[in-house]
């Protein structure tokens, strides 16, 4: 298995990131995935979960309104599109499976600042 997260980088508060997480090794649309984060010194933070064919989503409260969560399961790729962002959506992005993820399927992450 592998889910290789991009897209993330330094965003003024207020603006927009498209994050991507692209997976192989596995039958995609076969799992619902979730995006996670972990800000520095603090533990994973669950942020969004979308079912096997889309048409599922939820959100973390503080994510809602703000936050989509969206699948191409033809491109095997997850996405996440952050509008709005605040000093504390900073974190590293990963995306994993869901309901419960696999320690042998985390990324590298993508990390996401929020700066002005």
């Known amino acids: 298995v592998y889910l290789v997260e991009s897209g993330g980088g330094l965003v003024q508060p207020g603006g927009s990131l498209r994050l991507s997480c692209a997976a192989s090794?596995?039958?995609?649309?076969?799992?619902?995935m979730s995006w996670v984060r972990q800000a520095p010194g603090k533990g994973l933070e669950w942020v969004s979960v979308i079912s096997r064919n889309g048409a599922s989503t939820y959100y973390a409260e503080s994510m809602k309104g703000r936050f989509t969560i969206s699948r191409d399961n033809a491109k095997n790729t997850l996405y996440l599109q952050m509008s709005s962002l605040k000093l504390e959506d900073a974190a590293v992005y990963y995306c994993?499976?869901?309901?419960?993820?696999?320690?042998?399927?985390w990324g590298q992450g993508t990390p996401v600042t929020v700066s002005s």
């Open positions: 994993n499976r869901a309901p419960l993820p696999s320690d042998r399927w």
């Open positions: 090794g596995f039958t995609f649309d076969d799992y619902a």
